[in-house]
């Protein structure tokens, strides 16, 4: 801190001088983005792609439901063109809804819920929490 320029309370920093000598604090930071709106998810999520068959979900009709609250935490959910679709290809689609959606501004959590799937609780760890369940270690590889 330069000398003869006040700390601000709490150990913040220096305080600004005004032209009449005053200090006053900087500015407070900007408010965060709001929300997404569901559409805009629902394009972002949708248009990752089956590995197997090339094809986005959103032309496959392979996303179920989509919620945003006021707090910016997002669902997804989908399903796949077979319940016994390899967890390899599940685990990388919902892994890649997940990546996709948290880079949208206003976003604070994904969730990504896939459904009807013979693994669908342990994927359900693997999207959302990483490759740390002995159930699911490997599965991406």
Aim: with cysteine; charged share 20%; net charge positive.
């Amino acid at each position: 801190m330069s000398p003869g320029r006040p700390a601000r309370p709490g150990g913040a920093g220096p305080v600004r001088p005004t032209s009449t000598g005053a200090a006053t604090p900087p500015p407070p930071p900007p408010p965060p983005p709001p929300p997404p709106a569901v559409v805009v998810v629902r394009r972002v999520a949708g248009g990752v792609k089956d590995p197997e068959v090339r094809t986005t979900l959103a032309e496959l009709g392979l996303l179920d439901e989509v919620s945003v609250d006021g707090q910016g935490r997002v669902r997804v959910h989908f399903h796949l063109t077979s319940p016994l679709c390899p967890a390899r290809f599940a685990g990388q689609i919902g892994q890649e809804i997940r990546r996709r959606v948290a880079r949208l501004p206003g976003v604070s959590s994904v969730e990504v819920i896939l459904g009807d799937h013979f693994m669908a609780q342990a994927l359900h760890q693997l999207i959302n929490h990483g490759d740390h369940s002995t159930t699911t270690k490997g599965v991406l590889r």
